[in-house]
């Protein structure tokens, strides 16, 4: 059975601080794994990672995967109040999108 | 604001009422999808459309039913719910390219949802 396990489940850290978010998958088909961010309402779109090595960085946000080990991390550097909020991992299995439980991630001011 | 749009934005029914969830996109996406998600949990899948042919039904109990009429829209008929049944429900579209193994999407896009509670 497919699988998409993300750690820790939750997270409390201070402004200013890193933070890294992982993801572990076991799927038939990987096409690719897919981080969104959720707060109130619905999920918006992150990253979208297909090859292994490859960085994608936007703003504070960064992150990679590896395709051998079957992870990726999420990073977010010098954390603010408004990255609080739940970061799914999902993974494409050929037209199928399971998601992870999520991190819930805290920035205390 | 999102590009898929859902209706209603909340729903409260009882057990005996029939009501639909509506979702509609027009970025001519070829997948649309229902997940459920309950709180402090992540969206679970509950059913895909791909070319407006259902492809996945995640053994989703008969009293929820999906319909996509075209490839801009996607319903969900509610009929007989349980409490239990109340949840977020997303609507989420991507675009498709290729057919079946060979098959790959760009990521979803989410609605807002619906927030539905049974009574």
């Known amino acids: 059975e497919d699988k998409v396990v993300q750690s820790p489940l939750s997270l409390v850290v201070h402004e200013g601080d890193t933070v890294t978010l992982n993801c572990s998958y076991e799927?038939?088909?990987?096409?690719?794994l897919l981080w969104y961010k959720q707060e109130k309402k619905a999920p918006t779109f992150l990253f979208m990672l297909t090859s292994s090595g490859i960085e994608k960085k936007s703003g504070r946000l960064s992150s990679i995967l590896d395709k051998k080990e079957l992870f990726s991390i999420l990073n977010i550097t010098a954390t603010q109040t408004g990255d609080s909020a739940i970061y799914l991992c999902a993974v494409d299995n050929n037209n199928d999108m399971r998601f992870g439980a999520g991190t819930r991630l805290t920035v205390k001011p | 604001d999102t590009e898929v749009t859902q209706t209603p934005k909340h729903l409260v029914m009882g057990m005996t009422n029939k009501k639909s969830l509506k979702c509609e996109q027009h970025m001519g996406h070829r997948a649309m999808y229902w997940y459920k998600q309950k709180a402090k949990k992540p969206p679970e899948l509950m059913f895909v459309y791909s070319y407006e042919k259902l492809s996945i039904n995640e053994s989703v109990p008969s009293r929820f039913s999906p319909e996509c009429p075209n490839s801009s829209l996607l319903n969900l008929h509610l009929h007989a719910l349980q409490p239990e049944d109340s949840a977020l429900y997303l609507c989420?579209?991507?675009?498709?390219w290729g057919h079946g193994t060979s098959s790959y999407n760009s990521p979803l896009h989410f609605g807002n949802g619906t927030r539905l509670t049974v009574t």
């Open positions: 799927v038939t088909n990987f096409r690719s």
């Open positions: 989420a579209s991507s675009q498709v």
